[in-house]
C-alpha cells in the first residue's frame, strides 16, 4: 500500500480536504492511505485564518 509522506489536512467541520503534498507540488496516493505525519488543522498549516473553511479563528460552539 502507498504511503504519503505528507499530513492530511482537516478543516473545521471535520472533514479531510487536501493533503500538505499536493502543496508542495507532490501528489499523494489518497486520502485513505496512511500519512506519516498524522492529520493537521488547517489553522495550523497556514497560521491563519483559513479562506477555505474560515477556521482559524477561534470560536464559541
Ligand atoms: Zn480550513
Ligand atoms: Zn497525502
Known amino acids: ?3 504519503c509522506a505528507g ?5 473545521d467541520g ?3 480536504r487536501a493533503c500538505t503534498e499536493e502543496h ?4 499523494c496516493p489518497g ?4 500519512h506519516t505525519g498524522g492529520a ?3 489553522r495550523m ?3 491563519r485564518p483559513c479562506a477555505t473553511c474560515g477556521g482559524g ?5
Do not use: D, E, N, Q
Not at 31 to 34: G, I, L, M, R
Open 14 to 16: 471535520g472533514g479531510v
Open 7 to 11: 499530513w492530511l489536512v482537516v478543516h
Open 24 to 27: 508542495r507540488g507532490g501528489t
Open 31 to 34: 486520502y485513505h492511505a496512511p
Open 45 to 47: 498549516l497556514v497560521g
Open 57 to 61: 479563528v477561534a470560536r464559541a460552539s
Open 1 to 3: 500500500m502507498s504511503r
Open 40 to 42: 493537521i488543522s488547517c
